[in-house]
């Protein structure tokens, strides 16, 4: 029918429709068609690459090698892996290193205090293969619970002893007026010059002893030895005074004499210094006692007792250990390291002196004791935390920390984290250590959106 008999069919008093309704219709079904099945071939082209994804080795399908450390690099042909430098092996239908999920609650936050028995943060409990642990020659110790020997080597400190350190002051103001040690590091001895200061109240001072030196009888007397003991509390010393009475002339400037003998470790003077009481001039220390302080852990600590003899060795002085006593073990105790502090007195040698901050090893004879020991190679230390791997049933090797005290020559004592009868990784600790942490930070990658 063509828009005449349209028209002409129509009711009368309605419009008939504008030309093209019908062909803009139809254009419009097809276009929502069309936009529909591209829809639904787009989520069915994802949903077959997510399944793809989560296949079984569905990314590396036409690879043939591997790396047993590094799983993720892959190869079509053999050769080295660019990491390890490793040769790749052959893929198999298992795979022969598997990350072993470990509870949350489990794992050591970044900033907290390492538990001893949590795992480390940053590592994940690893499964091998019997093919892969002998193949990288992971070699494995029991943890013996045994008799110790009857001394405890820990890392020392020497210190200054806080009874050898003395200060120079002034008891009344004046001004520097002459400098007769001028550095620190310098040695002083007790007595020695140190600077010359000039005191108006002490000038003062002096001339009423002279004053009174004139006066006769008893009075004169009693008032001469009143101005003399005044100048003596001022600072003044006695050789200086009686300078004052034999030439009967005020001296312009006092000296200020080291209190003690030893090495000045602090001036905060110079020439011309305007100085009063509470200025530190000097600050002197005496070394020819030093201490040797250490921290031991509670159970080592409660073996130690005051007089046990103890031997020192530091590296700056290798061929002569200072010998001593323990004079003092500390009675508060750290909380955090759960350690106790124990001290010894040593006389310092002045030809070869040991000096504040130096490090070494301190001996200390103690009596018999039992403890729990592990290889040295077995430890794997940080700086932050130090902890082992622990040979569970499957090939499972999981990261626990431990808190350890002393060594006993090769091997390590562990205070905390192990019981006797487990087994540790004491060989090839480095290689499960490092594909640990890779595992740890692929599985922490992949868990992020």
């Not at 005051?306 to 700056?316: D, I, K, N, R």
Request: proline share 8%.
């Amino acid at each position: 029918m063509d828009a005449d008999n349209e028209r002409d069919a129509m009711p009368e008093g309605e419009e008939p429709p504008p030309r093209g309704v019908k062909r803009m219709a139809a254009v419009r079904w097809a276009i929502l068609i069309v936009s529909v099945a591209a829809a639904a071939f787009m989520w069915l082209s994802y949903a077959e690459g997510q399944l793809s994804r989560a296949r079984p080795g569905a990314q590396s399908s036409g690879a043939k090698y591997h790396c047993p450390m590094h799983p993720q690099i892959v190869s079509d042909e053999p050769g080295e892996c660019p990491i390890c430098h490793m040769t790749l092996e052959p893929i198999l239908r298992s795979s022969s290193t598997a990350v072993v999920a470990r509870p949350a609650s489990d794992a050591g936050a970044p900033n907290a205090t390492p538990v001893p028995g949590a795992t480390p943060a940053g590592t994940t409990p690893l499964k091998l293969s019997l093919d892969r642990i002998q193949s990288i020659g992971v070699r494995t110790a029991l943890v013996e619970d045994r008799p110790l020997g009857d001394h405890l080597r820990v890392t020392a400190t020497v210190v200054a002893p806080e009874q050898g350190t003395s200060e120079v002051h002034v008891r009344t103001p004046g001004f520097v007026e002459a400098m007769h040690v001028d550095q620190t590091g310098t040695a002083v001895r007790s007595g020695q010059p140190m600077l010359s200061v000039y005191s108006p109240e002490i000038l003062q001072a002096q001339n009423e002893l002279l004053a009174t030196g004139q006066w006769g009888g008893d009075a004169g007397v009693s008032a001469s030895s009143s101005a003399r003991r005044k100048l003596e509390l001022l600072g003044m010393a006695p050789a200086e005074i009686d300078r004052v009475v034999a030439s009967r002339q005020p001296l312009r400037a006092i000296t200020i004499a080291a209190p003690g003998a030893g090495f000045i470790t602090k001036k905060n003077v110079v020439l011309g210094s305007y100085v009063t009481p509470e200025t530190v001039l000097y600050e002197v220390q005496d070394l020819s006692r030093i201490y040797v302080v250490a921290d031991a852990f509670l159970g080592d600590a409660s073996s130690i007792a005051v007089g046990a003899e103890g031997h020192f060795l530091s590296p700056t002085h290798p061929d002569r250990p200072a010998t001593g006593k323990v004079d003092l073990v500390y009675p508060l105790l750290n909380p955090e390291a759960r350690t106790r502090r124990i001290r010894m007195q040593v006389r310092n040698d002045a030809t070869k002196p040991y000096s504040p901050g130096e490090y070494g090893t301190l001996e200390v004879s103690i009596g018999a004791r039992r403890g729990l020991a592990i290889p040295r190679d077995a430890l794997i230390e940080t700086g932050t935390v130090k902890y082992v791997f622990v040979v569970e049933p499957g090939g499972i090797f999981s990261p626990h920390v431990v808190a350890v005290s002393s060594d006993d020559g090769k091997d390590v004592i562990v205070e905390a984290g192990l019981t006797a009868g487990e087994r540790v990784v004491s060989g090839a600790t480095f290689l499960i250590d490092s594909e640990s942490r890779l595992q740890a930070a692929i599985a922490e990658a992949q868990t992020q959106p």
